[in-house]
């Protein structure tokens, strides 16, 4: 899956008049989005620093979601990548989530959104400055 700018600006928005609620929603689109980074940033960890997995993370939609398992595969495949490559000196680490207990809050969402960011900058400068071996083959140069 290609990469997508991550959302990094989740708020809360006091309710109109109204009573309606005007912040972020954290729908199937953005659940998609934020898997399909991870499964993007997988692959170019791959280049980097071969010899790892993640968790599968099938796309969802409306009656899949949302289990306290889908955004613990979140969690697990941010922190494994994280822990087989490079760990941002600000990385809290993962958290764990239970059924029926509370659910991710905008502070969680642009926790994971940032993370999948620094690393996906991070893994570019890398692969940018790779040494490479210039070499001649036959009077051309490769």
Same mark, same amino acid.
């Given at each position: 899956?290609?990469?997508?700018? @991550? ?31 991870? $499964? ?34 979140? $969690? ?12 941002? @000196?600000?990385?809290? /680490? ?9 659910? @991710? ?7 994971? $959104? ?16 790779? @040494? ?6 036959? /009077?051309?140069?490769?």
């Amino acid at each position: 899956m290609a990469w997508q700018t @991550p959302k990094t600006d989740w708020k809360i928005q006091p309710v109109d008049e109204n009573g309606r609620y005007n912040g972020d929603w954290f729908n199937i689109a953005d659940y998609n989005r934020i898997t399909g980074n991870i $499964e993007a940033l997988h692959a170019l960890a791959q280049e980097l620093y071969p010899g790892f997995s993640i968790v599968s993370m099938p796309d969802q939609t409306v009656s899949d979601f949302p289990y306290a398992s889908i955004i613990n595969n979140i $969690e697990n495949n941010l922190d494994s990548i994280v822990n087989s490559t490079w760990k941002p @000196p600000d990385y809290p /680490g993962k958290k764990t989530w239970y059924a029926n207990g509370s659910t @991710p809050t905008v502070d969680d969402l642009n926790r994971i $959104e940032g993370i999948l960011l620094t690393l996906y900058s991070a893994f570019q400068r890398q692969k940018a400055v790779r @040494p490479k071996l210039s070499f001649e083959l036959k /009077g051309s140069e490769f």
